[in-house]
């Protein structure tokens, strides 16, 4: 009984070592004023793969996709290896009227996300697991067909 629990405690203690973070939520989502979606296809983009979403509350709801998902800080090369590395992915940016993204979620093709607010410091966030059902759901959100 004493080597089943001292098992179990060790168990324990190698899985919350083994956690990660999750995504933040965004504030203020659904202040937005649009939302670009762009589909990357082996590093290249074209207006057939682009579209701008303004309904508030479609970009809020697109957004809190990307919210509590499991997940780790990277760096910028990290991310940008990760992105360079897929076939394809789409990215999913958010405006506020002013010229830069508040907020980004990139979703490479195997279901991973790459989440980053407007502020650097809280880093790049990649999700611990893939999520393509939620990536279908966003798409659905926003009306894309490619």
Not at 14 to 28: H, M
Not at 65 to 78: F, I, M, N, Q, T
Not at 109 to 138: A, C, N, Q, R, Y
Request: hydrophobic fraction near 35%; charged fraction near 25%; charge should be negative.
């Amino acid at each position: 009984m004493k080597t089943y629990i001292t098992a179990l405690l060790i168990a324990i203690l190698f899985l919350s070592g083994c956690s990660s973070d999750y995504t933040k939520s965004f504030e203020n989502k659904g202040e937005m004023d649009h939302l670009i979606v762009q589909k990357v296809v082996d590093g290249d983009t074209s207006s057939e793969n682009k579209t701008r979403v303004t309904n508030p509350d479609t970009i809020a709801e697109i957004l809190q996709k990307g919210e509590g998902l499991g997940a780790e800080k990277v760096s910028v090369d990290e991310a940008d290896k990760a992105k360079e590395a897929a076939s394809s992915y789409y990215t999913f940016r958010s405006y506020d009227g002013s010229g830069s993204p508040v907020y980004s979620i990139v979703v490479l093709s195997d279901g991973t996300f790459l989440v980053e607010g407007s502020t650097k410091d809280s880093g790049i966030m990649k999700s611990t697991d893939p999520h393509e059902i939620l990536l279908d759901d966003m798409k659905q959100l926003a009306d894309v067909n490619f």
